[in-house]
């Protein structure tokens, strides 16, 4: 009898590794059956106008005459292989180097999985999506926006933060974590597994006493639960939150438009007896398919608790619904004459989501400042995710004298330069929503901002062409800044890496010292928003982002019923290689105001946990005493009691540093999730 490669025992390992991972559990595996289809495939990606490679293996057995079911996998050092025993599909996705799987990683994942339905025998309601550490919370973030695709999903030790819980109300899932995991700590999952249970969901935790980082594969009897679900690809009830329209798809329901650009959107429709049921939150628009939404003919639609008149029209496959006043039947979603471009939250995310993209840098100035931008567009030709790699992407470059044969009406456009070098940006300059003469910038009802010294980035329709887009990135920098800034140009794409997308700025002023001196986001018509509090500015010490950390820290605190709250110090030395898990920025107090601030509209997730005194001690010596962390109140040896425990409070992102202690929270629990306005009132009113 064949031995399949879920038969084969665990075997424990104990492996010293650059993270000091300690035990944990590698599978094995058995050898690639002989006829076995191991086959690089390729889709054309139009966002570089080229091929994007990724891996495909089919089962022995393979038959264009059968269905099969398909496991994606996204970042793992093991490989799901068909058997004698499971026959799927598998694909591996390269996710283009991205971490996180958003931006280009999550569009080559949906590209792939496009790709091989179209080519190989695929049973659609049996896909199933699973990743390991990065690739985990990278599945989470795929599945919960594209809900609909799946059957279910898989994380291995890992699940990630600032998910839409939400969405899986139809999207079961398994995670496999290991307990003395200290590269993703346990008690951050444990968190988000209480959660899903208060929903109700399907949503099961795993945990593996003696395992660590190292479980690259589901363990037999979750192998056996995924082959059992099935998609149901008309659901009678549906949950759906997203940060943009283009998210919105949810099996046979869509939200088209939201009310508030830069708030969530939620939509929650119900199957009755009589008919539909549908409340929304910050939904303008939405349609769905009458041909899979549970809605017959004779039955009633309801709406925000009002009935909703209704007919299926011949021409139209949806209904669309549109709230005015009330909510009524369109004929169909309203278009601008010129088709300009709908706004949505995002900015630079905008350019990095499978749409032609090319970068134009301007050859206006002398030879050494043209030199200078070409290099800074080689660099910016390879972004498409976080700022701090390069991901595996090659947009192409155009100088902006040598646009005579481009049809530009193609491309979504990343433009390098300022007016006075770039000639196609001087090209539009009267048509975009800022002006700027003389070394000042004029946006909206804002005073003037002087450049020199600074980057201006900002995200518009492309006048010429606006069912198309564009960033622009102007330098207004002396040589010595300019070495600067080409050290690492992608920290000026705002939110390019499509985390907190209704956070992000669409106009952008940021030093070469990375210090953020404006922040202006536009409203649905493509205006500046008129925030108040342009005339108070930020005190001096937000020059430092420390202090800006030490505002949440209080806020959490004044929020929380609890003994400590922890957040990094100013001499945190990040993770994994240096990563930065502290998001926040340095503000430049000459001129970010309480208008800049207020375009922040998320929340920061916290949970909270329970150390003992020697734990915190422990904390104490390693990170508090050397500033790597901060607290409230302020911590000493002397003041933590041997013989009482602490309740703790962090933000969820802290978890991978504490876990360097080999430590594990206890009596984890979801904390009040921290708003901007209450960090506003920290850093602007007191």
């Known amino acids: 009898m064949t031995t399949t490669i879920w038969e084969a025992r665990y075997v424990l390992l104990l492996i010293v590794s650059f993270c000091d991972l300690g035990p944990i559990y590698i599978q094995a595996q058995q050898p690639l059956q002989s006829s076995t289809k191991e086959i690089s495939e390729a889709y054309y990606s139009r966002a570089e106008g080229r091929d994007q490679s990724f891996q495909v293996v089919l089962p022995a057995n393979y038959s264009s005459d059968a269905k099969y079911p398909m496991i994606v996998q996204i970042f793992g050092s093991a490989s799901l292989l068909p058997t004698d025993e499971y026959s799927f599909i598998r694909v591996r996705p390269s996710g283009r180097g991205v971490w996180g799987y958003r931006s280009m990683s999550r569009y080559d994942v949906m590209q792939a999985i496009e790709s091989t339905k179209a080519k190989y025998s695929i049973d659609e309601d049996r896909i199933y999506l699973t990743g390991t550490s990065a690739g985990a919370t990278g599945a989470m973030h795929t599945a919960a926006l594209r809900q609909d695709v799946f059957a279910a999903v898989v994380p291995l030790v890992a699940f990630g933060n600032d998910l839409p819980l939400d969405n899986f109300r139809n999207l079961p899932l398994r995670c496999e974590h290991g307990v003395n995991d200290w590269t993703s700590a346990i008690g951050n999952v444990r968190v988000q597994f209480q959660k899903l249970d208060k929903l109700g969901y399907d949503a099961v935790l795993n945990e593996h006493p003696s395992a660590g980082h190292g479980i ?14 099935r998609r149901d690809p008309s659901p009678k009830q549906i949950v759906h939150t997203c940060e943009h329209p283009r998210d919105g798809t949810a099996y046979w329901l869509k939200i088209e438009k939201f009310s508030d650009p830069h708030k969530v959107a939620r939509i929650v429709a119900e199957a009755a007896a009589d008919g539909l049921r549908i409340s929304t939150e910050n939904v303008a628009q939405f349609s769905l398919d009458p041909a899979t939404a549970p809605l017959a003919k004779d039955q009633q639609l309801v709406i925000d608790s009002s009935k909703v008149d209704w007919h299926q029209e011949a021409t139209n496959l949806r209904l669309i619904f549109a709230k005015q006043v009330d909510w009524q039947q369109i004929s169909k979603l309203p278009e601008d004459v010129d088709r300009q471009r709908a706004y949505g939250a995002g900015s630079a995310a905008n350019l990095f989501q499978g749409e032609p993209l090319m970068v134009v840098y301007g050859t206006g100035a002398d030879d050494k400042s043209n030199q200078f931008l070409q290099q800074a567009a080689n660099v910016l030709a390879s972004s498409g995710g976080p700022t701090f790699k390069p991901a595996n992407v090659r947009f192409p470059i155009r100088a902006d004298s040598d646009l005579g044969d481009v049809s530009l009406g193609e491309y979504n456009l990343l433009l390098v330069g300022t007016l006075q070098n770039n000639s196609f940006l001087r090209s539009i300059a009267e048509e975009l929503p800022y002006t700027v003469k003389n070394g000042e910038l004029n946006a909206g009802e804002r005073e003037s901002l002087k450049l020199p010294g600074s980057v201006l980035s900002s995200h518009y329709f492309n006048p010429e062409h606006p069912d198309r887009l564009i960033y622009i990135v102007s330098p207004y920098l002396n040589e010595g800044e300019q070495n600067k800034f080409l050290q690492n140009p992608r920290h000026f794409l705002a939110g390019s890496d499509g985390f ?162 080999r430590r594990i929270l206890s009596d984890v629990a979801a904390g009040k999730a921290i708003a901007p306005p209450q960090v506003a009132n920290e850093v602007f009113m007191r």
């Open 500 to 661: 907190k997308m209704i956070d992000q700025p669409d106009l952008m002023v940021r030093g070469v010292d990375l210090r953020i001196r404006r922040e202006m986001q536009l409203d649905s018509a493509w205006n500046f928003i008129n925030l108040p509090g342009q005339e108070r500015r930020v005190p001096e010490r937000f020059s430092d982002r420390t202090h800006l950390g030490f505002a949440h820290l209080k806020a959490m605190w004044r929020a929380s019923d609890v003994d400590v709250a922890l957040w990094w110090g100013p001499e945190d030395k990040g993770l994994f290689g240096g990563y930065d898990f502290n998001w926040l920025p340095s503000l430049d107090p000459s001129s970010y105001t309480l208008a800049d601030y207020l375009v922040r509209r998320r929340e920061v997730e916290t949970m909270t946990a329970t150390i003992s005194a020697a734990e915190l001690t422990d904390i104490f010596k390693r990170w508090i005493s050397t500033r790597e962390l901060t607290t409230l109140p302020e911590i000493n040896e002397q003041n933590i009691d041997p013989g009482e425990d602490y309740r703790i409070i962090i933000p969820m992102d802290l978890v991978p540093k504490l876990g360097i202690r």
């Open 216 to 229: 690259r594969m589901p363990p037999p009897e979750t192998m056996e639960w995924l082959f059992r679900q």
